[in-house]
Structures are given as C-alpha cells and as structure tokens.
C-alpha cells in the first residue's frame, strides 16, 4: 500500500505542481551530470536558476572564494531588488562550522549549536539582513570550494527534509564540478600570462636587436 501511496502522490504533485516538478526533476538529473571544466559561468548560472525554481525560493546566491581566497563572495545569484549581494570572511567561525559539517546550515543553528556562539556580531546581522534560509557547503575533498546560500521561500513556510536532502545530494556534484572548472580557469589564466611573457620577450628582443644594429654597422663601417 504504501508503494502505491507515495505514486498516488506524485501524480498529485504533478497535476497541481507541474512547473516546480519539472524543475525538481532537472535539479535531480544536474545532480548526476558531469560537466565540462570549461563551463564555469553555464554551470554556475544553470545551477543557480534550477535551484531557485525547483525550491521555489526568493532569491539563490552561489558564493566563491574571491581571487585573494580571503572570503567567499557572489559569483552568481538570481535575486530581487530587495536582496543584495553579502560576503562572508574565509577565516569566520561560519565558514569553519561549514567546513567540518556535512550538513545544511540554518539560521535556528545560531542558537542550538554551541559552536556557533562565537559568529561575530557583524555576520549574525549579515545573516538577519539578508533573508538567508539555508546555507549549503559546497565540498570537495573536505575542502570548502564554494557556498549555496538560499533564502526565504516564495510560499511561505520552511524547507523540508525532502528539500535538504536533494540539495545535499545536488551541492555533492556541483561541488566537484565547479572546483574543476575553477581549477581549469586558473591554469588558462596561467597559460595566458606565459603567452604574454613570451610575446613581450620576442619583442624586446627584436627591439634591443634593432638598436644594436645601427652603431654595430657604423663601427663596421669607420
């Protein structure tokens, strides 16, 4: 019977909530995707445009570490007018808290988990300010590549188990899939700047060649 039930209730949810299922459903496949390093910029906005519509959430921000690694700031968000963009300090007792969990961060934490008592003032207001619902970890190899920051629903109401689950499940790949494709980033960047350096070589090279030239043959000549 219970089989049966849960099938029953997913046709429902499909009759009266066919939009937020069809994104539920591409949020499950982004999951089990693998994606191009060279994606960066389609990957992170795809995955952020899916989640805000399959959560049905106000506003979703992907946070990165800046180029300094000295904080995680918005690399890619789909918000209001209302909301703006927040950092949060590399070296916070938040972002310690989400490096060591495995599990979704919400604003009741502040005050259950005894860890995170020593949040700073400043990032409690942050917090408080900006609607944030949910943060999830994005990790890779126990390293904290990235932040999934969620606010309030559109509806009304929390996010559910079923809800934290998928996220949990989703942030794993595109966890793994954005440090690659920061990772490949960085090295073009590298690559570009070697190929600049040899260019500016050649060049200096052909100057400094040109200017020896003209004295060279004038002694040549005498």
Do not use: C
């Amino acid at each position: 019977l219970q089989p049966a039930m849960g099938k029953a209730q997913q046709l429902v949810d499909r009759l009266f909530q066919r939009e937020r299922w069809d994104y539920l459903e591409a949020l499950k496949r982004f999951a089990q995707e693998s994606w191009d390093v060279r994606e960066l910029t389609k990957l992170s906005s795809t995955l952020v445009a899916i989640v805000t519509h399959a959560m049905q959430s106000d506003w979703v921000f992907l946070m990165l570490p800046s180029p300094a690694g000295d904080r995680f700031m918005v690399a890619e968000g789909t918000a209001p007018s209302s909301s703006r963009p927040f950092t949060i300090a590399a070296n916070s007792a938040l972002v310690t808290w989400l490096t060591q969990h495995d599990r979704v961060f919400g604003p009741q934490d502040l005050a259950t988990d005894p860890y995170l008592r020593i949040v700073s003032p400043k990032d409690r207001e942050t917090l408080t300010e900006s609607g944030v619902a949910l943060l999830v970890p994005l990790k890779s190899k126990d390293e904290l590549t990235g932040i999934l920051a969620l606010g309030p629903k559109l509806a009304g109401g929390g996010y559910n188990w079923e809800d934290i689950d998928l996220l949990k499940a989703v942030s794993r790949q595109a966890a793994t899939s954005i440090e690659n494709a920061r990772l490949y980033a960085r090295e073009m960047e590298r690559l570009s700047q070697l190929e600049d350096l040899e260019k500016l070589k050649s060049t200096l090279l052909l100057t400094v060649s040109h200017e020896l030239k003209t004295p060279i043959t004038t002694i040549k000549t005498a």
